[in-house]
């Protein structure tokens, strides 16, 4: 093992896990937590559920085709979150530096300690004492590794693995096996004939950079070799919060939209108040019928989390954009958080963002609501 010592440790089917406490009985059988709505997707299916070809991001109405005895949870996000935080504490009472990536994942720097392997076996064993969920358990000598070691001994595994046992292990898998490496790219390397790690890694820097570019083709050669020089950000500071939700049939005009903007904010508002976190930034987001996603946002002179403020300027931005086309998701985001401090303006004053801001990139593990 190389001087440096990261572990990843990723919850096995964590929200199906969370689900299972509240409802014993359901152990062994195909558990699907997604929506009810018919557009509805998979947010995680339990292993037995697996089997049947049912996974995250699968549609839910193809989850009932592919299983129709499978049992459907409707899931419940503030629940996860409190469960979440459950396991981030057990974690930071083992260990100095944590990564928290997401509700059910997280770095641990273990370099300097004396028989990492086994204080990661011993995290393993009290994040299922102290919470009851299982987890699986990768070690490496970067986050890459360790994050791909993980991955491939579920559920409940753990496995250690070395920069050059990782190449050997995994030269046979298909590109796509790397975190970053998406079906386009993979689609494009196989048009060139690259169809494995193995044989990506052996691809000349020069080569790659001709068919992807001088920075991405490179670079996907040094994941392919495993080589990674990340450092955890163990003070990483969630930057927005949002609300969104995919409707059972598309919305038009702004009579049907504003209502569930409304209810939308209220509950956003609602959880940045529990959180006592306030922001500047105001979004809303909307996706039409044609898949085409426009987000608006506006800076406001003082950070808020005051629901009539934050509807007044969502519902302000939704009336300029106005859609013309019927709207298949809406969402609304505050972000650019602040400590409270009543009564204190910004020093940008009512300076005004009215333009496609990026919707934050892990928007898939926020919870996502079905319109009534």
Known sequence: MADRCIAHLDMDAFYVGVELQRRPELRGLPVVVAGASPRAVVTTA?????????????????????????????????????????????????????????????????????RPRAAAR??????????????????????????????????DGFLALTRDEAQRRFAAASPGLIPGIGPKTVARLEAHGVKTLGALAA???????????SR???????????????????????????????????????????????????????ALGRQGRCGRTIAIKVRLDDFSTHTRARTVAAPTNEEGEVRRVAGELLRAFDPKRPV?????????????????????????????????ARQARKPTTSAS
């Open 122 to 155: 011993r995290i393993k064993a009290a994040v299922l004492a102290g919470t009851g969920l299982a987890c699986s358990v990768g070690i490496g000598p970067s986050k890459l590794v360790a994050k791909v070691a993980s991955d491939a001994d579920k559920p």
């Open 216 to 270: 991405l083709g490179p670079h996907l050669a040094r994941l392919a070799r495993f080589e990674d020089a990340r450092s955890l950000e163990s003070s990483r500071v969630r930057k927005s919060e949002s609300r969104e939700t995919t409707f059972e049939r598309d919305l038009r005009g702004l009579a049907e939209l504003e209502p569930v903007l409304g209810r939308l904010t209220a509950e956003l508002c609602g």
């Open 46 to 114: 339990s292993y037995e559920a697996r089997r049947f070809g049912i996974f995250s991001a699968t549609p839910a109405e193809r989850a009932r085709r592919l299983c129709p005895e499978a049992v459907f949870v409707p899931p419940d996000f503030e629940h996860y979150r409190e469960r979440s935080r459950e396991v981030m504490a057990v974690l930071r009472e083992h260990a100095d530096s944590v990564e928290a990536v997401g509700l059910d994942e997280a770095y641990l720097d273990l370099t300097g300690i004396e």
């Open 328 to 360: 298949r998701l809406l969402g609304v985001r505050v972000a650019s958080f602040e400590a409270q401090e009543a009564g204190r303006p910004s020093l940008d004053g009512a300076r005004q963002l009215e333009l496609g801001l990026a919707w934050p």
């Open 203 to 213: 691809v000349s820097d020069g080569e790659l950079a001709g068919w992807l570019g």
